[in-house]
């Protein structure tokens, strides 16, 4: 089971790095081993199925669904995040979505994560935001961070998701993380806006356990295999296959 690895990696304080493919902008030349996960899903996108098979037919990486709208979903990927918007305050992101696609997901056995997913403002309004109207947690309010956080856990999602919004101009804080990270016991998820593997690092030290990646490695390819090895240098015990993409 997919989360139980991400728990397991969690509690030894191994990080975890995820691509995120957006189907839209989906680029088979560029798939590698190498990362923990791939994360698939977009705002837009009309179905994921064939970019989960080319995952499946080109690398071992498990892959997990990150679904933008119900009609993302497939039963060929190995996990799905079922996301609640902890910021909307409408139905549609919060019960009828969910509702939409609770029949496919449970008849089709794939294993379903339950997460609270947290939108942080991240310098300029994301796709998600517009798509949404959810309004953002500003950086500096984070007991308004916490609180959603908090509620999430108490709503018993098993993962939290740290957002600045795909191609932010400021990835979540330090202080945002860290606070988060003390406030609930559950595997921390952040991403938005990272392009740099000191980046990583510092969504890492102050309490990431998955640090998620898209839009950078859709612009820089050539740059995955160093974000990898930053990676297994600084929390891996284990040799990490290393991609050779060029
Ligand atoms: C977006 O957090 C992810 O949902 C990744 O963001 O594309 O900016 O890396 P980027």
């Known amino acids: 089971m997919i989360y139980n690895t991400i728990s397991d990696c969690a509690r030894r304080g191994e990080k975890m790095l995820v691509r995120l493919i957006d189907p839209d902008k989906f680029d088979a030349a560029t798939l590698c081993e190498g990362f923990d996960l791939y994360f698939v ?4 996108a009309e179905g994921c199925s064939s970019v989960v098979r080319a995952i499946h037919d080109t690398c071992s990486t498990p ?7 119900p009609g993302q979903f497939t039963p060929e990927a190995d996990a799905l995040l079922f996301l609640t918007l902890m910021n909307s305050r409408d139905p549609r992101f919060l019960i009828e979505w969910q509702l939409q696609s609770a029949d496919a997901i449970v008849d089709s056995g794939i294993e379903s994560i339950p997460m609270g997913y947290i939108l ?4 300029r309004k994301s796709t998600t935001q ?5 309004t953002p947690v500003p950086q500096g309010d984070i007991p308004a961070a916490v ?3 908090r509620a999430a856990q108490l709503l018993g999602k098993q993962l939290i998701y740290l957002e600045a919004g795909s191609g932010a101009e400021t990835p979540v804080s330090q202080p945002v993380i860290s606070a988060v990270r003390k406030a609930v016991n559950l595997p921390l998820t952040v991403g938005g806006g990272i392009r ?12 990431a356990d998955i640090v998620v990646i898209g839009n950078h490695f859709e612009q ?9 090895g930053v990676l297994s240098g600084s929390y891996r015990s284990t040799n990490a296959v290393i ?3 060029n």
Request: net charge negative.
């Open 41 to 44: 899903g977009g705002s837009t």
């Open 63 to 69: 892959v997990v669904l990150f679904p933008g709208n």
């Open 120 to 123: 942080v403002d991240g310098g």
């Open 130 to 134: 517009q798509l949404t109207g959810a």
């Open 147 to 149: 609180r959603m956080a």
């Open 196 to 207: 740099t593997p000191q980046q990583m690092l510092d969504a890492y030290a102050a309490g």
């Open 220 to 228: 820089h390819p050539e740059q995955m295999a160093d974000f990898i």
């Open 243 to 245: 991609p050779s993409h």
